[in-house]
């Protein structure tokens, strides 16, 4: 395997690992039971970034591309997806949404590149998509509760969060009261949490 790059040699260490005759361990692995590996590995990421090391960090991050590996590996064998899949999508994500480096439009500044980005996933995810939607479930309810409030005012529709609440908090006394027949106030993030978690 020496003439092989690194990533297609990783890939091939997996396949070898999850053959017939390969590692016990890793042949019982699925994607369920490697969620917590997952969020172990990117919490050890975050802490070499933290604290600035280097050689922690390229350690940490090859434990996390391993997974990807691994999961990739998974889906590979019951041909839903495979690892070049994983990266051509990606790129063509990238591709599409900074039409302002790879196409004809044009960001100014930070604020302009993550409300075009919002847009374009927006569109990318049909009429339905709202502007919540993306926030993944899994997070913490805190971060997930940070997550919900600044992602309408990076699309800038704050509004939507507000009607959203609205309409949660009319379900349970019985009443709806139209949220553009008064001043939109955003909920604090304690009653955000709670319109949000006790679904």
């Known amino acids: 395997m020496e003439n092989l790059d690194s990533v297609a040699r990783l890939k091939g260490i997996v396949v070898r690992l999850r053959a017939p005759d390969g590692c016990p361990?890793?042949?019982?692995q699925?994607?369920?039971?490697?969620?917590?590996?997952?969020?172990?590995?990117?919490?050890?990421v975050v802490d070499a970034i933290e604290k600035a090391d280097d050689a922690n960090?390229?350690?940490e991050l090859g434990d996390l591309l391993l997974q990807v590996v691994?999961?990739?590996q998974l889906a590979g064998e019951r041909g839903a997806f495979t690892l070049e899949e994983i990266a051509a999508g990606v790129s063509e994500k990238m591709i599409r949404r900074h039409p302002h480096v790879f196409g004809d439009k044009s960001a100014a500044d930070s604020e302009a590149v993550l409300k075009q980005w919002e847009k374009i996933k927006r569109e990318?995810?049909?009429?339905?998509?709202g502007v919540l939607d993306g926030v993944a479930t899994s997070l913490p309810a805190l971060l997930r509760?940070?997550?919900?409030?600044?992602?309408?005012?990076?699309?800038?529709?704050?509004?939507?969060?507000?009607?959203?609440?609205?309409?949660?908090?009319?379900?349970?006394?019985?009443?709806?009261?139209?949220?553009w027949s008064k001043k939109i106030q955003l909920p604090s993030r304690?009653?955000?949490?709670?319109?949000?978690?006790r679904r």
Not at 25 to 28: C, I, S, V
Not at 145 to 160: A, F
Not at 190 to 197: E, N, P
């Open 25 to 28: 361990w890793d042949r019982e």
């Open 30 to 44: 699925t994607h369920s039971s490697l969620r917590a590996s997952l969020i172990e590995e990117c919490h050890e």
């Open 57 to 59: 960090l390229r350690e």
């Open 70 to 72: 691994m999961h990739a």
């Open 124 to 129: 990318e995810k049909g009429v339905h998509a």
């Open 145 to 179: 509760s940070q997550n919900l409030q600044k992602k309408p005012r990076v699309s800038g529709s704050i509004g939507q969060i507000s009607r959203r609440f609205t309409k949660s908090s009319a379900r349970k006394s019985g009443k709806f009261e139209r949220p």
């Open 190 to 197: 304690r009653r955000l949490a709670t319109c949000f978690f």
